[in-house]
């Protein structure tokens, strides 16, 4: 006869959730919070390359949604009783990083970034989010969420590699770039600072599942360049 599991069996097999005081929510939070303000400001730029006011007007429309979400981190940061400017500031060596590492040179690029990078960032703090306490994990879960404008970027790139293999082949490789790249910075991240990465850790049950963290972030990546054409 089958026995049915205890709770107590139940809570022990499932990562316990923390609490909503750790100190690296708050680092959770600021890393948001600037990574919004960069995608913000290279939204901007990277809208100077659109061939014709159709792109310009939607990448305008993405900045625009980049700084919606920062006002909840502020916001969020501001009842922890958080400066929210010198707790942002700590990120801004590895982010600007990335973006320097990462700068497009077509607007091809730029688009494939917009919809691979940005990604890629969301599946890192969304895997994260699975271990926060509810209203933590909501907030995290609220500033991530897709708009409609992805769209856009999945018809332009499409078009664009279904009329040249040799565009295929060159954003296939600008892709796997946006990867490696995008995991360098996050480990430099982790290193540095020890709140996010214990909270990384605990929320992934355990130093043991940091591999398959990392990993996952590799399967949804592959997925992302089959949507867009590029696998």
Avoid: C
């Amino acid at each position: 006869m089958n026995s049915v599991p205890s709770a107590d069996a139940e809570a022990q097999s499932s990562p316990p959730r923390l609490s909503a005081d750790h100190p690296g929510i708050n680092e959770l939070f600021a890393a948001l919070a600037y990574g919004e303000v960069a995608a913000f400001y290279r939204l901007t730029e990277e809208a100077r390359m659109a061939p014709d006011l159709r792109g310009r007007i939607s990448m305008a429309a993405m900045a625009a949604a980049e700084m919606g979400h920062f006002e909840l981190l502020r916001e969020a940061l501001e009842r922890r009783n958080v400066d929210v400017v010198a707790a942002m500031s700590k990120y801004a060596g590895a982010l600007d990083n990335y973006h320097r590492l990462t700068m497009p040179s077509t607007w091809l690029e730029a688009l494939v970034k917009t919809y691979i990078g940005d990604a890629l960032a969301a599946d890192f703090y969304l895997q994260i989010a699975d271990g926060l306490p509810d209203e933590v994990a909501d907030v995290v879960r609220a500033v991530l969420a897709e708009t409609k404008h992805s769209q856009f970027v999945l018809e332009e790139v499409r078009r664009a590699v279904t009329a040249s293999a040799r565009q295929r082949s060159r954003l296939a490789l600008w892709s796997r770039r946006l990867l490696g790249e995008a995991i360098t910075q996050a480990q430099y991240v982790l290193a540095d600072r020890d709140e996010l990465a214990d909270l990384v850790v605990s929320g992934a049950a355990g130093l043991a599942q940091l591999a398959g963290f990392f990993d996952r972030l590799q399967q949804t990546h592959d997925a992302r360049m089959r949507e867009l054409g590029l696998a």
